[in-house]
């Protein structure tokens, strides 16, 4: 956050540089290939249920963070509403092997821990594009189901910094407050109600009752 004390419109940083969102872009390009190559196009709704999830677990957290420069609120909310997405996700990902022979990897295995590793050392689209078209389906949906999980915990340690920073620094409108408060305080009231600080006169007259000066001290002849 910024130190400035006259500063309430503070941008979170690009969005891009955030890992969560360039895990997020690899599980949406990942699913998009899943899609295309292992879901039937017609008459399936899980396909526009996995693209809208996928979607929107990217979007939400671009726009949450662009959002946080003016609501601390919306950005959390949207987020929340990327982890909730990509949580739908994980479950379509899932049914989809359980109905292909329950071949969700176990937590524990060497398939998973592999997975695990490689994914977290990458987090652009191109190598997951590889994996892909190298890979059958159920080794995509479980890197696939992987990279969510990886991706919900970043998600979590997100909102907890977006958390901290709400405690530390308050809403907008409490910033807008202090940021107020700071600005008179240092440029004083007489900034407001004339210059070099005679608030209270009219700068028309010379002697701050309101009154015209009765007093020309050198006066025409």
Known sequence: MSTDNNSFLTPKGDYKKLIAFQKSECIYDMTHYFIEHYLP????RTVDQMKQAARSGKQNIAEGNETGTTSTEACIKLVNVAKASLKELQED????????GNKIWDVNSQQCRNAREWCRQHSKPSDYMRVCELRDDITVANVALVMIHQTDYLLKRLLERYKAEFLQNGGIKEQMSAARRNWREEHGMGYLNGRNGNYGKNENNGNGNGNPSTTNSNPKK
């Not at 990902?93 to 109905?99: A, I, K, Q």
């Open 41 to 44: 196009q017609i008459g399936d």
């Open 93 to 100: 990902y899932e049914d989809y092997l359980r109905n292909h």
